[in-house]
């Protein structure tokens, strides 16, 4: 099945914990990105990556880093997390390009609560 | 201009009744649209692509007026399992990126 995984659902930590969010998709596409989402700010993009070793910035990257060492794969790094990286993130991707001629296919969404 | 603006709602509908959302683009050069479909605390889901000046699937027509730079979402005998948010997508400028709107909620009731 052609999808979109993200890992962990949920999670909870404290100030300052290192984490990783991963996602892996299964659709050979180029294109991957990572959204986060709150209340009333809708779907705010932080990085993003055209191909393998090639990402930029989005519009909310502070605090965040990402890699893109295989095809595959998109982890989104918080070195040191704090409370006002709480939200709901999604990470996506795309065959070609942006993404702004196929639109996206997203992961389930990781729910992060920092403490 | 915001880059995409919707109106948030919420729209609360009686079932069978037809409903139509706008969408307000910046972008004028965008080529491609689409409209989301979130339902609470999921991943948006692709609910359809308008290319051209328009687009229909079953029960969904989307439309677009790029002179006026604003897509439509009409959805006609309105299903309970139509409650949900939609979102209207607009590329960036860049073309890098896809812009999504804040959503507009809709409620469907017996």
């Known amino acids: 099945e052609a999808q979109v995984t993200q890992n962990p659902r949920y999670l909870i930590t404290v100030t300052g914990k290192k984490l990783t969010v991963t996602c892996s998709q299964n659709?050979?596409?180029?294109?991957m990105s990572w959204y986060r989402q709150d209340p009333g700010l809708g779907l705010r993009q932080i990085y993003y990556?055209?191909?393998?070793?090639?990402?930029d910035k989005g519009d909310v990257p502070e605090g965040y880093k990402v890699s893109r060492k295989e095809k595959r794969n998109f982890p989104l790094i918080l070195e040191s997390p704090s409370p006002n990286q709480t939200s709901l993130y999604f990470c996506?991707?795309?065959?070609?390009?942006?993404?702004?001629?196929?639109?996206?296919?997203f992961g389930s969404g990781t729910r992060l609560t920092v403490v | 201009r915001k880059e995409v603006e919707q109106d948030p709602g919420p729209f609360n509908v009686p079932e069978g009744a037809t409903v139509a959302f706008n969408c307000t683009y910046s972008?004028?050069?965008?080529?491609?649209f689409f409209w989301y479909r979130q339902d609470c605390r999921k991943e948006p889901k692709l609910l359809m692509s308008?290319?051209?000046s328009g687009n229909e699937d079953g029960r969904f027509t989307a439309q677009l007026n790029r002179a006026s730079q604003y897509i439509s979402l009409l959805i006609r005998d309105s299903k309970l399992s139509d409650s949900a948010t939609y979102l209207c997508?607009?590329?960036?400028?860049?073309?890098?990126?896809?812009?999504f709107g804040k959503g507009t909620s809709l409620l469907v009731t017996p």
């Open positions: 308008v290319y051209s």
């Open positions: 997508v607009v590329p960036s400028g860049s073309g890098y990126a896809l812009n």
């Open positions: 972008n004028s050069a965008s080529q491609s």
């Open positions: 990556s055209m191909n393998v070793e090639v990402t």
């Open positions: 659709m050979n596409h180029e294109y």
């Open positions: 996506a991707s795309s065959p070609h390009g942006g993404g702004a001629k196929y639109g996206y296919t």
